[in-house]
C-alpha cells in the first residue's frame, strides 16, 4: 500500500516535471517568435549597409506606446476590441515606418561614407533621443494595456497555452513567411539581397540603392511596431524603457544566427527565446535557489559572448570572407 | 545621322595623377567601336566616367541629346548605357536566372506596394521580367543553367551571364570592358558572333579590349589612349599602321 503510493507519488513528480518542461516550451516559443520578428529588423539593416541599428529596440517601445494609446482611446468609443487592436497595430505600424525612415534619412545617409564608427554611435544617440521622446509623451509610469481582449486559456499536453500566445506565434509565423516571401521572390527582394553583396553593381543595372535602403528601415520598422504590441499584449504593460532590453536581446538573437542572414535571425530568435525560458525555469534547481528566475536576462548575453567566442559568423552566417 | 554618344574634353584625376587629361570622341548608333591603349592609359576610368561611378573632372557627355555628366549610375542605366566589367562582378551567391532579372530592374516598377498587393500589374511584370531572362540566357547558352548559383558557372559562362545581365537594362550602348580576357580562342570566337548578334538586334557596342585579332576583326572603328590622352582614332587598318600608336605600345624607336 505504501510502496504503490510513494509510485504514484514519483509518477506524479515526473508528470510535473515534464509539464513544467513543457509549459517553457510554450513560453520560450512564444518570447522567440517576438524576439526573431525584432531580430529580423537588425539582420536586415546590417545585411544592407553593414550597420548594427541600436535604435532599432526604441521602435518596439514607440508601436507598443502608439497602439495602446490607440487602443485607450478606441475603446471608450465603443470600437470592438478587434476592429480596435487591428486599427490601432496598422497606424503603429505606420507610425514606425515613418520614424525608421525619418532615421536612416536624417541619421544615417549622411553618415554612409563615414568610418563605421560614426553611424553607430549616431545610432546610440537616436536611440536616446526616442526613449527621452517617449518619457516626455508617454510620461515615466507604465502604459496598462487595456483589458479589452480576454485571455483565454487552454490545455497542451499538460501545460496551457493562452489566446495571445497563440496570436503572437501565428502572427509571427505569417510576417516571417511573408517577409521571406518578399525577399526571395520579389523584384524588391532581388534588388535587396544584390545592393547587399555589392551595393555599386546593383546601382549600374538600375538599382537605386537609396531607395532600396530606405525601404528596408521601413519594412524592419513596420515590423517592430507589430512586435511592440505583442509583446506589450504578453506581459500587459508598455513602458518608454521595454525598448533597449528587448532590442539587445533580439541584437543576441540576430548575432546567433549570424547578423545579415535572414533565416538565420528567425532561428537565432526563436533559440534565444526557448534557451531564456528554459534557463529561468530551471536556474533556481540547478543552482539551489541562489539564483532565481530573475536572472532570465543573463542568459541572452551569456549567448552571445559564447556565440561571439566559438563561431562569431553565427549558427547560419557566412564566413566573413565571402562578404567582401 | 546623329551621334548616340559624344564625349568631349573629358578630364579626370585622382590626387596628382590625371587619369584622363582630354579625352573626345563620338559614337554613331548601330556601330562597333574599340577603346584600346597601353595598361593605365585610362580605359577603365573612362567607363567609370561614362556609367557614373566617377564624375568627370571637366567636359561633357551627351549620350541621346541629353547631358550625362552628374547622373548616377542608376539613371544612367535608365538612360540606356549597360556595362559589364573586367573582373566578374556578379552576384555569386544567387542563381544565374535572379543575376539577370536584377537587370531588369530598370526597366520595371513594382515597389514595397505592389510586392504586398500581388495586383495584376505587379504580377504581369514579373512574368515579363523573368520570361525575358530567360530569354536572354537562351541568347547567351546558359538556358540549362538558369537556376545554378552565378558563382559555380565556370569562368566563360559568367562572362557571358555578365552581357546577359547588361542586356537585360534593355541598353541601347553596352559597354564591354574585355570581355574576352581569360577566354580560349574558341571561347572567344563564340563571344565575336554573341557580339554581333547584339549589335544585329540594333545595339551599339563599345569595346575595351587587348585581344588585337578580335579588335582588328571587330570594330568598325578605333580609339587609342595613352596617358588618358587620345593619341589616335579611326578605322582599323589605319591605326594599325599609326605611328603614335606602335610607338606608345612599343615604345620609341631607338634613335640611329
Redesign the interface.
Known amino acids: 500500500m505504501l510502496a504503490c503510493g510513494q509510485k504514484a507519488f514519483a509518477a506524479g513528480a515526473i508528470e510535473t516535471l515534464m509539464d513544467i518542461f513543457i509549459q517553457q516550451l510554450v513560453n520560450g516559443i512564444t518570447l522567440g517568435a517576438v524576439y526573431a520578428v525584432v531580430a529580423l529588423g537588425y539582420t536586415m539593416v546590417y545585411g544592407i549597409i553593414q550597420l548594427i541599428n541600436f535604435a532599432h529596440g526604441e521602435l518596439v517601445m514607440i508601436g507598443a506606446m502608439v497602439a495602446f494609446t490607440l487602443i485607450g482611446v478606441l475603446t471608450p468609443l465603443g470600437v470592438p476590441a478587434l476592429p480596435a487592436v487591428l486599427v490601432a497595430t496598422l497606424c503603429a505600424m505606420t507610425a514606425c515606418a515613418l520614424l525608421g525612415y525619418a532615421m536612416e534619412r536624417l541619421a544615417y545617409r549622411p553618415l554612409r561614407r563615414a568610418p563605421r564608427l560614426a553611424p553607430l554611435i549616431s545610432a546610440i544617440g537616436v536611440s536616446i533621443i526616442l526613449q527621452h521622446l517617449a518619457l516626455l509623451v508617454w510620461s515615466r509610469n507604465p502604459l496598462a494595456f487595456p483589458q479589452i481582449v480576454k485571455t483565454e486559456s487552454f490545455a497542451l499536453a499538460g501545460a496551457t497555452i493562452t489566446n495571445i500566445q497563440i496570436g503572437i506565434i501565428v502572427i509571427s509565423v505569417a510576417m516571417m513567411l511573408g517577409l521571406a516571401w518578399l525577399v526571395y521572390r520579389t523584384r524588391l527582394g532581388i534588388a535587396m539581397r544584390a545592393t547587399s553583396q555589392n551595393a555599386q553593381m546593383a546601382a549600374l543595372l538600375g538599382v537605386d540603392a537609396n531607395q532600396v535602403i530606405a525601404l528596408t528601415f521601413i519594412i524592419g520598422a513596420a515590423l517592430a511596431a507589430v512586435a511592440g504590441v505583442m509583446v506589450g499584449s504578453y506581459y500587459g504593460i508598455a513602458h518608454y524603457t521595454m525598448g533597449s532590453a528587448l532590442g539587445l536581446k533580439a541584437f543576441c538573437a540576430a548575432v546567433l544566427g549570424g547578423i545579415g542572414n535572414i533565416p538565420g535571425a528567425m532561428l537565432g530568435g526563436v533559440l534565444l527565446g526557448l534557451v531564456e525560458a528554459l534557463g529561468a525555469g530551471y536556474i533556481g534547481d540547478f543552482t539551489d535557489n541562489v539564483f532565481g528566475s530573475n536572472y532570465q536576462d543573463v542568459f541572452a548575453f551569456m549567448v552571445l559572448i559564447l556565440v561571439l567566442v566559438f563561431r562569431p559568423s553565427g549558427l547560419l552566417g557566412e564566413r566573413v570572407g565571402d562578404r567582401a | 545621322m546623329s551621334d548616340l554618344l559624344t564625349c568631349s574634353g573629358i578630364g579626370k584625376s585622382f590626387g596628382g595623377i590625371q587619369a584622363l587629361a582630354e579625352v573626345g570622341f563620338s559614337i554613331t548608333p548601330g556601330e562597333i567601336y574599340g577603346l584600346i591603349g597601353p595598361n593605365g592609359a585610362g580605359k577603365t576610368t573612362l567607363f567609370n566616367v561614362l556609367?557614373g561611378?566617377y564624375a568627370p573632372d571637366r567636359g561633357s557627355l551627351v549620350f541621346a541629346g541629353a547631358q550625362l555628366a552628374g547622373l548616377?549610375?542608376?539613371e544612367i542605366?535608365?538612360r540606356g548605357i549597360?556595362?559589364t566589367?573586367q573582373n566578374i562582378?556578379l552576384?555569386?551567391?544567387?542563381s544565374a536566372l535572379?543575376n539577370v532579372?536584377?537587370?531588369?530592374?530598370?526597366?520595371?516598377r513594382?515597389?514595397?506596394l505592389?510586392?504586398?498587393l500581388r495586383n495584376a500589374a505587379t504580377r504581369t511584370?514579373?512574368a515579363d521580367?523573368e520570361s525575358r531572362a530567360l530569354a536572354l540566357l537562351d541568347l547567351v547558352g546558359l538556358r540549362e543553367r538558369a537556376n545554378d548559383a552565378a558563382g559555380n558557372l565556370a569562368y566563360g559562362d559568367q562572362r557571358r551571364l555578365e552581357i546577359a545581365?547588361?542586356l537585360?537594362?534593355e541598353p541601347r550602348l553596352l559597354a564591354l570592358d574585355e570581355p574576352a580576357a581569360g577566354m580560349n580562342a574558341s571561347e572567344t570566337r563564340g563571344l565575336r558572333e554573341l557580339l554581333l548578334e547584339i549589335r544585329g538586334r540594333g545595339i551599339t557596342l563599345l569595346l575595351i579590349e587587348h585581344d588585337m585579332r578580335l579588335v582588328m576583326n571587330l570594330c568598325d572603328r578605333l580609339l587609342v589612349l595613352d596617358y588618358g590622352v587620345t593619341i589616335a582614332e579611326g578605322a582599323p587598318a589605319a591605326i594599325q599602321g599609326d605611328a603614335r600608336v606602335i610607338e606608345a605600345y612599343l615604345g620609341a624607336p631607338a634613335e640611329a
Open positions: 556609367t561611378i548616377k549610375p542608376h542605366v535608365r549597360a556595362r566589367f562582378r552576384f555569386a551567391n544567387i535572379e532579372m536584377i537587370g531588369r530592374h530598370a526597366r520595371t513594382a515597389g514595397l505592389g510586392a504586398i511584370e514579373e521580367s545581365r547588361a537585360a537594362t
